[in-house]
């Protein structure tokens, strides 16, 4: 059963919540309920014939909303929507209703009910709650970025970023706070919302009123209207924003602090509308921070790290290549040294070698002058005629000849340092050739010195130049003489010496065998290191002028190691000195001497036999030719080995006796022997040499039918040799 009007009256006029409009179908208002008069503000009486238009907010275009209202109702059989709607006194609530037609019995509208209800709580509370949601959604976001990215520099950008979005700024900025000398000016480090462009013609935020206290980490500052808080224009040039400046009205700054409450730098939010930023964009921005923080740090930790781990990556290839070129450095190195080496033994030998040529120079200067100064005087003495007798004049001769026979001496034992002076070796026992040179060293060791004789019995004999040997026992004796001025003992000693492959090794030249050794021992000053490492050397010597030439010890040096021995030193400065000279040992000692010379003849006349000279300094042939004519040879000559050999081969020839120059040019006197031997077998042959070539123990000049003259020599004594030559080895 219908209720009746007055019923339905009753229960639209006990709806207190709710507005119940009737409207007619122009859109005018027919009823007005209490609960619409309760929830708009206007009274029946003001609202009555007027339509709805004055309860939509302006900007929601209220006549388009009421006209599209009025046709959703007619067409769908429903209209309106949820929204924002006015009330009498200009405040606004949260509206949910409908419009719904009356209709005829013909289905034509006759009139509107509008029923509407407040439901702003309702709708706070869900937009709240859906904010809450999207902020919470842009922080996650963003805390999932943080932890994921160690890139500063996109961490940064990715704070500014969800900074814009979580609060609705239109540009956000993050700032590092970067102190400079004066204590001001940061650095602009990100930007969102806006293009960097917008910001560039600017001077970076100071520490001026409004920016210091977030630098200062004090706290966040947020401002529905900037331009309205006292700090704002307070700081030169600008006062405010500078001109082109993006507009600021809203604003909103936290500082970013980390662990060590270090002010990292500052974000910045702003907004040109006033009253953007509310207590939640505080809260998710301060959160942001927190978090950015932490992301800075971790991001600088990493950027750390990764700068270590470089700096080691770098440190170990640096020590790879290292490794890689250590050798060849080393090699590099070595070379260096050697070249060193090399250079310092060369300016040693130079050394030795100007030492030498001086001592040469200043010796045979003073054997020179006393040859040339007699000749003079001789000649002058002749020019004078009968006055000078023939004893005065030989005087002059006599000195003249004795400086030539102390040359000969220096040139002697210079080569025989240089290892170069013919030899005679042959089987030599050293304990008789000591015991028969007693007489002699017990004279030149003089009174203070005792002599003591230590002979191993059993000893071996050598192969040697016995001459050679005696003079360097002489020597030796003579230089323990001149270490003891105040008197001492001199000991001779031989033993046999069995030298080992490791002591030759250690001995350049040395090979290891059997060997006599002759030590020379004196009780004498010893020898300084210095002297030690020089005294072998030719013309080294610690003698006053004139008492020692330093050839001694260099004579025996080459003596020996001609004779393929060797010589050693042992000698402590005051404590004596030995000096050991080993020879080899030769065990066909039943040799005797490699040959024996004739007796000398009585006389050294010629018989008219025939000899040929050849030598290549014309004044020696002339001499040498001169002084065989002079004795009745007949002497044919040749200036060098072929045409001599010529004379050689002319058949018939009688020739008795080959005298060569053993230094020839071109073919040498030993190959022109040769050669004259396969063409006379019975040829005797005389040698005649100033120095021998690679002559050793081995290779002996003098063998039967031959013999060797060394230069220089005296010409009484080549007339005996060329005589005993001739007169000896008969069938040869
Ligand atoms: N027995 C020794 N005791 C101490 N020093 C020595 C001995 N033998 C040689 N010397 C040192 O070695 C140097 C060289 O000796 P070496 O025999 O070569 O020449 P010298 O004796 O000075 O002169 P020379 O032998 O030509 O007359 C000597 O000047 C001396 O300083
Ligand atoms: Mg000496």
């Not at 004795?402 to 030599?428: D, E, I, W, Y």
């Not at 000991?491 to 090979?511: K, S």
């Not at 021995?565 to 001497?593: C, K, M, W």
Request: glycine share 8%.
């Amino acid at each position: 059963m219908p209720l009746s009007a007055a019923a339905l009256s009753t229960v639209i006029n006990s709806a207190t919540d709710t507005a119940i409009i009737a409207l007619d179908s122009r859109g005018a208002v027919l009823s007005w309920n209490p609960g619409a008069v309760r929830l708009l503000g206007w009274s029946e009486q003001e609202m009555l014939g007027q339509t709805l238009l004055r309860i939509f907010p302006e900007e929601t275009n209220p006549q388009a909303r009421v006209t599209e209202e009025m046709a959703d109702a007619q067409s769908k059989g429903r209209g309106g929507h949820e929204g924002w709607r006015m009330r009498a006194d200009g405040s606004r609530f949260w509206a949910v209703g409908e419009l719904t037609p009356v209709t005829d019995p013909a289905a034509a509208p006759v009139a509107f009910v509008k029923v509407l209800r407040d439901r702003t709580q309702w709708k706070v509370s869900e937009d709240a709650l859906r904010e809450e949601k999207r902020t919470l959604e842009i922080l996650n976001r963003a805390a999932a970025t943080l932890a994921r990215e160690n890139d500063l520099a996109l961490v940064v950008q990715a704070v500014t970023d969800a900074g814009v979005e979580v609060t609705g700024a239109q540009f956000g900025a993050f700032f590092y706070n970067l102190v400079d000398a004066a204590g001001e000016s940061y650095t602009l480090y990100t930007l969102s919302g806006a293009p960097r462009a917008a910001f560039e013609g600017f001077p970076m935020p100071r520490n001026t009123a409004l920016f210091g206290p977030t630098f200062a980490g004090e706290g966040i500052v947020r401002s529905d209207d900037i331009t309205q808080d006292p700090r704002y224009g307070q700081s030169a040039p600008w006062h405010g924003m500078p001109q082109g400046h993006l507009a600021v009205t809203s604003y909103l700054a936290v500082p970013v602090v980390d662990r060590a409450r270090h002010v990292i730098g500052g974000l910045f939010f702003g907004h040109a509308q006033p009253g953007v930023f509310t207590e939640r964009s505080e809260r998710s921005v301060a959160l942001l921070a927190a978090e950015a923080a932490i992301a800075i740090d971790n991001a600088r930790l990493f950027e750390a790290a990764q700068g270590e781990i470089e700096e080691r990556r770098k440190a170990e290839v640096a020590l790879q290549t290292l490794n890689a070129t250590l050798e060849s450095q080393v090699a590099e190195r070595s070379q260096q040294l050697r070249l060193h080496e090399d250079a310092l033994r060369q300016a040693q030998k130079m050394e030795a070698v100007g030492q030498l040529t001086g001592g040469i120079a200043h010796d045979f200067n003073n054997l020179l002058q006393g040859i040339m100064g007699n000749l003079q005087v001789l000649r002058k003495r002749l020019g004078q005629g009968v006055q000078s007798t023939a004893a005065d004049l030989d005087t002059y001769v006599t000195r003249a000849l004795a400086s030539t026979s102390r040359a000969a001496g220096l040139t002697h034992r210079l080569l025989a340092f240089s290892r170069r002076q013919p030899l005679s070796p042959k089987a030599v026992r050293a304990n008789p050739l000591v015991l028969s040179m007693q007489d002699l060293l017990r004279q030149t060791i003089g009174e203070k010195v005792e002599l003591s004789l230590q002979l191993a019995p059993d000893l071996w004999t050598t192969l040697c130049d016995e001459n050679q040997l005696e003079s360097a026992i002489l020597n030796l004796a003579i230089n323990a003489r001149d270490a003891m001025p105040g008197g001492g003992r001199l000991t001779i000693e031989t033993h046999n010496a069995e030298l080992d492959a490791a002591y030759a090794a250690a001995l350049h030249g040395v090979q290891p065998g059997p060997y006599v050794c002759i030590a020379v021992t004196d009780t004498g000053t010893g020898m300084t290191a210095e002297t030690l490492a020089h005294a072998f050397e030719p013309f080294f010597t610690t003698k006053a002028v004139g008492e020692g030439s330093g050839l001694g010890l260099s004579m025996i040096y080459g003596f020996t190691r001609q004779s393929e021995g060797h010589a050693r030193i042992f000698s402590e400065y005051g404590q004596g000195t030995t000096v050991r000279v080993y020879l080899p040992a030769h065990f066909n000692a039943e040799d005797g001497p490699a040959h024996a010379l004739p007796a000398p003849s009585a006389t050294a006349a010629g018989k008219g036999e025939v000899i040929l000279v050849v030598e290549d300094e014309t004044l020696v042939r002339e001499l040498v030719a001169e002084v065989l004519r002079d004795l009745g040879y007949q002497v044919l000559e040749a200036h060098d080995g072929p045409s001599g050999l010529q004379q050689l081969r002319v058949p018939q020839r009688r020739i008795d006796l080959l005298i060569t120059d053993v230094g020839l040019p071109g073919l040498n006197g030993r190959q022109v022997a040769e050669a004259a031997s396969a063409e006379r077998p019975d040829l005797k042959i005389l040698f005649m040499t100033g120095y021998a070539e690679k002559v050793s123990a081995s290779q002996p000049f003098a063998s039967p039918g031959r013999e060797i003259l060394t230069k220089p020599f005296e010409v009484d004594d080549m007339a005996r040799r060329v005589r005993a030559l001739l007169d000896g080895g008969a069938g040869r």
